[in-house]
């Protein structure tokens, strides 16, 4: 291990010794401050040791859970700008939607005749189990309406790429968690305002057409122009020219968009129609654009999940201290109710695919699809429902728990591989 990071977790331990003398005191000007430099240190820490480095993400978010509580006055409000406004959480979202958007291709839906029976298994536990045990939690812990249509809503939303990951260290079927992901994120924004509308539509007001719409300009336009930058590497000259061509148009449809709309429209769904549109011509813009910085910097691919990460800490950030008081009322039971909604998942994930008919391999792999959630899109529609304290609670509760647990069972069932995988070829179903 390298100097730095013993110096980093000696800096951690330290810093937890001060806050028990602060919090014996009762000092918070004591306790505040070193409770963040202990979780900073221990995030950087973490990164010392090549066993530990797949914690570090999980460390981030910790961190960033508790810049929040200690410090939320520092989270709302930067020079002015309002760190929870709209816009501004609609282009950071869409920032990390593109980043992780970045890390797919359109080669990953090839292997849908080979892995339908999974993927099929796979979306009917993810958007069945999660929300309907997010549903039943609210039941039998009583939240307040936001905070509990925040349950309902994580559990509604797709797997994210988090599920991958784990996918990947645990040895499963990778081939399937990447389609299943892929499907579940196209199939979000019809799905999850359909279940919000279902199981939460007595708590909060949900309109349907407007969370769709959201959900499309959140998660399907940053990875349409991700997916449009992965076409763009193996396009052929003439395709790239149609692209160049379709490009100009789209810029040319959003000057007259920001022009005209408003002018000539005066119907609220047409002009929400047409400034979807708007949304994709965007999209064609900045895939072409952002492949055009890809040839010129190579390696912009792989920081493109440092941003994407930087922006989920920012929603934990913000949310934390938007929600502060709320987490002090309930982070406990909040916390508790992200164990049993979690562990739900990855258990009945596992066993509804056993009883499919589902090898042991791909049964692990959708247990992964099922019991991670993509908090960043839960954040995302909570921030533009206006909500992010509330709605958005459950989204920063649950986020480094599940990025925790996945980590342990991912680590745990590697070590444990089944036998049937030395008989077949990794990342195929078996009959």
């Excluded at 291990?1 to 028990?20: C, T």
């Excluded at 309902?152 to 797709?158: E, H």
């Excluded at 349907?208 to 396009?235: C, Q, S, T, W």
């Excluded at 968009?257 to 999209?283: E, N, P, T, W």
Aim: glycine fraction near 10%.
């Amino acid at each position: 291990m390298k100097i730095p990071g013993k110096l980093f977790l000696s800096i951690s331990a330290i810093s937890v010794i001060i806050v028990l003398i602060g919090i014996v005191l009762q000092n918070a000007a004591l306790y505040k401050p070193f409770a963040l430099t202990a979780a900073i240190s221990l995030a950087i820490g973490l990164g010392s040791w090549s066993s530990s480095k797949g914690y570090q993400y999980t460390a981030w978010i910790i961190a960033a859970v508790v810049a929040g509580m200690m410090f939320p006055d520092s989270f709302k409000n930067w020079g002015g700008v309002n760190l929870r406004d709209k816009t501004l959480i609609l282009v950071i979202i869409q920032l990390v939607m593109f980043g992780m958007g970045t890390h797919m291709s359109l080669r990953d839906f090839s292997g849908m005749a080979s892995t339908g029976k999974g993927v099929l298994v796979g979306l009917f536990c993810h958007f069945s189990i999660m929300p309907l045990m997010g549903f039943l939690l609210t039941r039998i812990f009583h939240f307040e309406p936001e905070i509990a249509a925040g349950i309902i809503l994580i559990g509604s939303c797709s797997s994210g790429l988090a599920s991958n990951v784990m996918v990947y260290l645990a040895k499963a079927n990778l081939v399937l968690s990447v389609i299943v992901t892929a499907m579940a994120t196209l199939l979000a924004p019809l799905l999850t305002p359909l279940l919000m509308k279902t199981l939460a539509g007595t708590l909060i007001e949900i309109n349907f057409v407007d969370m769709m719409m959201e959900i499309i300009k959140i998660v399907l336009v940053p990875i349409g122009a991700a997916l449009l930058h992965d076409y763009l590497k193996r396009a052929s000259k003439s395709q790239k020219k149609a692209i160049n061509v379709i490009a100009l148009l789209s810029a040319i449809w959003i000057v007259l968009i920001v022009l005209f709309a408003k002018k000539f429209i005066s119907h609220d769904g047409q002009l929400q129609s047409i400034h979807l549109s708007g949304f994709f011509a965007g999209a064609v813009i900045v895939g072409l654009v952002y492949h055009w910085l890809y040839l010129r910097f190579p390696k912009l691919d792989k920081l493109m999940p440092l941003i994407s990460m930087f922006g989920i800490i920012y929603f934990t950030t913000v949310t934390t201290a938007a929600g502060r008081d709320n987490l002090m009322k309930v982070g406990l039971l909040l916390f508790i109710a992200s164990v049993i909604h979690n562990a739900a998942g990855y258990f009945f994930g596992y066993w509804l695919s056993r009883l499919f008919g589902m090898d042991k391999n791909s049964s692990r792999t959708i247990a992964f699809e099922v019991g991670l959630q993509n908090g960043g899109m839960a954040s995302g529609i909570a921030g533009s429902m206006g909500k992010l304290g509330t709605v958005g609670l459950a989204a920063a509760v649950f986020s480094p728990w599940m990025n925790i647990s996945g980590s342990l069972l991912a680590n745990y069932w590697r070590k444990r591989q089944p036998v049937e995988t030395i008989d077949r070829e990794p990342g195929k179903l078996s009959d």
